[in-house]
């Protein structure tokens, strides 16, 4: 790996883990647990839009692992590995399904998509089937915050990516 690869991958991971520092920081938008904007997803948006599948998730495994380490339990470590993991594979799909275009609908399909991998992971650990009492908040809550990381990646692509090259 070059270093200007490694250095590239260790600005993202460190962006994206204050990120998502900064909003675990802050309180709930809404009182239902699970649902929260989602700010780290962003950098992963703007991997996947302006480099690769491997970048994207070589930040995304980075972050996931040092916020666990950092701020997390370790069964929010399996959470966010679903919901990490299934919302990367979706918005590389869709990203390459739609050419690299519409980055909020990208945005919206990983935040629902990121939502169910951790709803999945807390009715296979729970095994209680009332949790799907929340589907509907969750789906609404991914479109949602899915569409406002689209854009923030649109605009923070557009300013960061040319600074970087």
Same mark, same amino acid.
């Given at each position: #790996?070059?270093? &200007? &690869?490694?250095?590239?991958?260790?600005?993202?991971?460190? !962006?994206?883990?204050?990120?998502?520092? !900064?909003?675990?920081?802050?309180?709930?938008?809404?009182?239902?647990?699970?649902? &929260?904007? =989602?700010?780290?997803?962003?950098?992963?948006?703007?991997?996947? &839009?302006?480099?690769?599948?491997?970048?994207?998730?070589?930040?995304?495994?980075?972050?996931?692992?040092?916020?666990?380490?950092?701020?997390?339990?370790? @069964?929010?470590?399996?959470?966010?590995?679903?919901?990490?993991? @299934?919302?990367?594979?979706? #918005?590389?799909?869709? #990203?390459?399904?739609?050419?690299?275009?519409?980055?909020?609908?990208? %945005? +919206?399909? %990983? %935040?629902?998509?990121?939502?169910?991998?951790?709803?999945?992971?807390?009715? +296979?650990?729970?095994?209680?089937? =009332?949790?799907?009492?929340?589907?509907?908040?969750?789906?609404?809550?991914?479109?949602?915050?899915?569409?406002?990381? =689209?854009?923030?990646?649109?605009?923070?692509?557009?300013?960061?990516?040319?600074?970087?090259?």
């Amino acid at each position: #790996m070059s270093v &200007k &690869k490694l250095t590239l991958l260790a600005l993202f991971t460190t !962006i994206s883990l204050a990120v998502y520092a !900064i909003e675990s920081a802050v309180p709930p938008l809404v009182p239902i647990p699970g649902i &929260k904007l =989602g700010l780290a997803n962003i950098i992963t948006l703007i991997l996947l &839009k302006h480099y690769s599948l491997s970048h994207a998730l070589s930040v995304l495994l980075a972050r996931i692992l040092l916020s666990t380490l950092l701020f997390g339990q370790a @069964l929010s470590l399996v959470y966010s590995l679903a919901g990490g993991l @299934l919302s990367l594979l979706v #918005m590389f799909f869709i #990203m390459k399904l739609l050419h690299g275009r519409f980055t909020c609908l990208t %945005g +919206a399909t %990983g %935040g629902i998509a990121h939502n169910m991998g951790q709803l999945a992971v807390a009715l +296979a650990i729970t095994a209680t089937p =009332g949790i799907l009492g929340f589907l509907p908040y969750f789906l609404l809550g991914g479109i949602l915050t899915g569409l406002f990381t =689209g854009l923030c990646a649109d605009a923070a692509g557009r300013y960061l990516i040319p600074h970087l090259h």
